[in-house]
């Protein structure tokens, strides 16, 4: 019943290795950012390692002169753009019209769909299998301990820090 995880690490590849290391070495739960960065390299993995691939860079270049299309935001100005962005049409009750937004109406259109794994929403058709790069790993060794890790760099062109 351990657990070790790190978040927003960058130039260090092997994250699940990072997690494992802080469950191991520390009795913390969670590094984030650049004291996880500095943790894993402290810890003997390599690092600070550029993770850029030219296929990367070429599709962000590309991302960038389509004026940052698609992306992840939503109600903002400017639309279609790299921004910065601002928000439009605040409601005069942010939390609630949030609540409802983000629970009620998308829990709805999921209840009215027939097939839950193909929600209705359009905001959720943006991720696919192409631009979306999540692995998770489960595994029981024969003393039946189980070991449970997740890496993710995210959806592609997500908005930093998600």
Not at 25 to 48: D, Q
Not at 52 to 68: A, T, V, Y
Not at 125 to 153: C, E, F, L, P
Request: proline residues 6%.
């Amino acid at each position: 019943m351990e657990i070790g995880a790190v978040a927003a690490m960058r130039y260090v590849k092997d994250a699940i290795m990072a997690a494992k290391l802080v469950m191991e070495h520390t009795g913390h739960t969670l590094l984030v950012g650049e004291k996880a960065t500095s943790f894993a390299i402290s810890m003997g993995l390599a690092g600070p390692t550029n993770l850029s691939s030219p296929e990367s860079i070429e599709k962000w270049s590309n991302w960038r002169q389509n004026n940052c299309q698609p992306n992840f935001w939503k109600n903002v100005a400017p639309a279609g753009n790299c921004g910065p962005y601002h928000p439009i049409n605040i409601p005069k009750d942010p939390v609630k019209s949030a609540v409802w937004e983000n629970q009620g109406i998308t829990c709805q259109e999921w209840l009215e769909n027939d097939n839950l794994l193909e929600p209705t929403n359009s905001h959720f058709n943006s991720v696919n299998r192409h631009n979306h790069d999540t692995i998770s790993m489960a595994v029981i060794d024969k003393m039946g301990h189980v070991a449970v890790g997740t890496s993710t760099n995210g959806a592609t062109f997500k908005i930093p820090g998600r």
